[in-house]
């Protein structure tokens, strides 16, 4: 079961970022893939198997389940949310989508522990909040950087 429902949810967010408006190029959406992929699994690493805050599951069908979300479902979210955030003219209308994204991003981490695919043991919501916090302006860091090189490199040629 749990394994169906993250199936679902990844296929439906690669359906959405597939059409969408993509405002960044197909090297700038690799990047930022790429640097929320390397930051999301060493964050998993470090909080499940070195520290020891979540447990996760043994079974296979929940741990492929938080693969499935770890490596494809978060950073496909973060290139929609990075994606409809560089077409958003307002910073109000900016920091509604952050907080909103965010939210849905903790919002999946809570399915996570319904379907009993982790358990906290001495983790909460609340750092879940500030993870994906942090993420989000990684990913807005990350597009900006490859955005500024890419314009440099543009404009030498």
Known sequence: MEFVVYFF???LFV???AVIHKRLNIVENT???LVILIISINYSWFVIDEFNLISLSEKKAPYL???LNRSVGIPILSLIF???YTRTPT????AMLFVSS???LVGIASLSTALKIITFLQWNYWFDFIYYFLLMICAIGAYK???RVMRGVVEEI
């Open 9 to 11: 949810l990844v296929w």
């Open 15 to 17: 359906a959405i970022f």
């Open 31 to 33: 990047f930022v893939y």
């Open 65 to 67: 389940a938080y693969l």
């Open 82 to 84: 990075v994606n409809v």
């Open 91 to 94: 910073l109000i209308q900016k």
């Open 102 to 104: 965010v939210i849905i």
């Open 145 to 147: 950087i490859i955005h």
